[in-house]
């Protein structure tokens, strides 16, 4: 009888655990389901990319991870028209890459946080930031 109530105890909290985590979407690859929201998070991105840097991005998407309320992205920026991306010599850039994380505010997406061409490591301390975001959409 003990057993048969351990098991049942056991099997309780693994559930309640399993229940409470977030799903956890990969749009890494664009398909049917993905598509909408998907393209409506990276053209936010494109559009304050653009604005930025006065060019129009394309992005290679390396990770894209949504769960609830947060997504995050990692890719590569790469020009529209195929040129050579033009960054100010004034500032320090490492090109390629682009990160951000999207946060869904009154059922709308907007960006969190993003950076593009950094020489840190901005998002360093980001889970801290945002601790409702699930740490699974940062993992490979």
């Known amino acids: 009888m003990k057993h048969k109530v351990l098991v049942i105890f056991i099997f309780y909290f693994l559930t309640i655990g399993l229940l409470s985590q977030s799903t956890v979407l990969d749009y890494k690859t664009k398909s049917k389901t993905n598509e909408v929201e998907r393209t409506y ?4 991105l494109r559009a ?13 998407v390396e990770h894209f991870k949504l769960a609830g309320d947060y997504a995050w992205f990692r890719g590569t920026a790469k020009r529209k028209d195929g040129k050579e ?8 850039y490492d090109c390629c890459h682009v990160e951000a ?6 059922g709308k997406w907007q960006i969190a946080e993003s950076g593009a061409f950094s ?12 601790p409702k975001a699930s740490k699974e959409i940062f993992m490979e």
Do not use: A, C, H, M
């Open 41 to 44: 998070l990276l053209d936010l």
């Open 48 to 60: 304050r990319t653009s604005n930025e840097f006065k060019q129009e991005f394309i992005f290679v």
């Open 85 to 92: 991306i033009v960054l100010s010599e004034d500032i320090p």
């Open 101 to 106: 994380l999207f946060k869904k505010v009154n």
């Open 119 to 130: 020489t840190d490591v901005w998002w360093d301390g980001i889970q801290q930031r945002y």
